[in-house]
């Protein structure tokens, strides 16, 4: 009897974890639109801050070969913050096509993508064209990204 009473009892645990678990391929598209809607023209602080509600506070994220220290820092959300309102509202057309995504087991994602922006850069007030295919490995910790390393191809 007490076998039963256990064997019952890791059976339902076991199950509500799986119930529990983060299905991956639907947080990775649902990471692409959220993290594409920040780039476009009419994009406000509201598209920012849903975007990094997906991310940890001390979120890593490098962006090679321009940022190559993803080390997580306590800062991390408020600095992608800082920067990423910098560039809010910089294109005055933005697109994007997912074009892959991979999971790793429970714990990564990668997304690849073709995008192509045009606009005003805010610091030299330069305009900037440009299209280009990403990738970007989100390493998870729970339901939420813990590292970003984007790449170019």
């Given at each position: 009897?007490?076998?039963?009473i256990?064997?019952?009892l ?5 199950f509500s974890?799986l ?7 639907k947080?990775a598209?649902?990471?692409?639109k959220?993290m594409?809607?920040?780039?476009k023209p009419?994009?406000t602080?509201k ?7 997906l ?8 962006h ?12 991390g959300?408020?600095?992608m ?5 910098f ?14 995504v ?5 714990s ?5 993508y073709?995008n192509?922006?045009?606009g005003?850069h805010?610091q ?9 295919t ?7 910790e729970g339901d ?6 984007k790449?170019?191809?």
């Amino acid at each position: 009897m007490k076998h039963l009473i256990l064997f019952t009892l890791l059976f339902y645990s076991s199950f509500s974890l799986l119930a529990k678990e983060l299905d991956l391929e639907k947080f990775a598209h649902h990471y692409f639109k959220l993290m594409t809607e920040t780039q476009k023209p009419n994009a406000t602080s509201k598209e920012l801050e849903s975007y990094l509600s997906l991310l940890t506070d001390d979120i890593g994220h490098s962006h090679l070969p321009y940022v190559v220290d993803d080390s997580r820092l306590p800062d991390g959300k408020a600095s992608m913050r800082k920067g990423m309102t910098f560039y809010l509202g910089a294109h005055d057309k933005y697109e994007a096509t997912l074009l892959d995504v991979f999971v790793f087991n429970n714990s990564a994602i990668a997304i690849r993508y073709k995008n192509y922006a045009k606009g005003v850069h805010p610091q030299n007030n330069q305009p900037i064209e440009y299209s280009q295919t990403m990738m970007e490995v989100l390493e998870l910790e729970g339901d939420k990204v813990a590292v970003i390393r984007k790449y170019h191809e």
